[in-house]
């Protein structure tokens, strides 16, 4: 596989389940991203991890527990949900964290829908 | 006032024209600016960065990049149907050189 893989493409799930998302990229980079898309709002930063280190938390409520065991894998955690958390996640790569002057590469998403 | 702004649309474009997309930002020390393309259902795709004032061209693409007015605009030549999407303004902020800040992106329809 090449790119940023996402699994799963859809996940609809109860507020008081517990689910993950899973994200790979074969792309070599050592940068990796969350982001939140809602409807009418812009893509919203989540989590950023460089060389497998969290470097910045954007103010994410704990019920979202990101987790990243090495630069080419990234995982969000999830429990205990709300409904406004229905959204499509993204997960995204860049070849350098600390200068991101190439742009993202973004995985396909995952559509959540919490019920 | 936002980071990153743009007209959400939708913006119709017939077919053959040029469609002309704009964004503004807010952090005048922002160095690095991108337009992605979203189709519906789709993730972002990166078309074009630009980092210097002035134009960069790829194909039918030209990216504007005017850092005194804190402006960066999309030209697409030779508008086709498959050009119809959203396209999103991203930028590098002065103080965040680890993360892209969008807007909230424009609707574009091209219409035959």
């Known amino acids: 596989e090449t790119g940023v893989t996402q699994t799963p493409r859809h996940l609809v799930m109860g507020m008081t389940n517990k689910k993950s998302l899973k994200c790979e990229q074969h792309l070599g980079h050592n940068a990796m991203y969350w982001y939140k898309q809602s409807a009418k709002k812009p893509l919203e930063l989540m989590f950023v991890y460089n060389f497998k280190e969290q470097t910045e938390n954007n103010s994410v409520p704990s019920r979202f527990s990101p987790e990243c065991p090495n630069s080419s894998h990234l995982f969000l955690h999830l429990h205990t949900l709300q409904p406004e958390d229905s959204a499509l996640y993204l997960c995204?790569?860049?070849?350098?964290?600390?200068?991101?002057?190439?742009?993202?590469?973004f995985g396909s998403g995952t559509r959540l829908t919490v019920v | 006032q936002k980071e990153v702004e743009q007209n959400s649309g939708p913006l119709s474009v017939p077919e053959g024209a040029i469609a002309s997309l704009n964004c503004t930002y807010s952090?005048?020390?922002?160095?690095?600016f991108f337009w992605y393309r979203q189709y519906s259902g789709k993730s972002p795709e990166l078309i074009m960065f630009?980092?210097?004032?002035g134009d960069k061209e790829d194909g039918r693409f030209t990216a504007q990049l005017n850092k005194a007015s804190q402006y960066v605009s999309l030209l697409i030549r030779d508008s086709q149907p498959s050009d119809s999407a959203t396209y999103l303004c991203?930028?590098?902020?002065?103080?965040?050189?680890?993360?892209?800040?969008f807007g909230q992106g424009t609707r574009l329809t091209i219409n035959p």
């Open positions: 952090d005048r020390g922002s160095q690095s």
């Open positions: 630009i980092y210097s004032n």
């Open positions: 995204a790569s860049s070849p350098n964290g600390g200068h991101t002057n190439y742009g993202y590469t």
């Open positions: 991203a930028v590098i902020p002065p103080q965040g050189a680890q993360k892209l800040v």
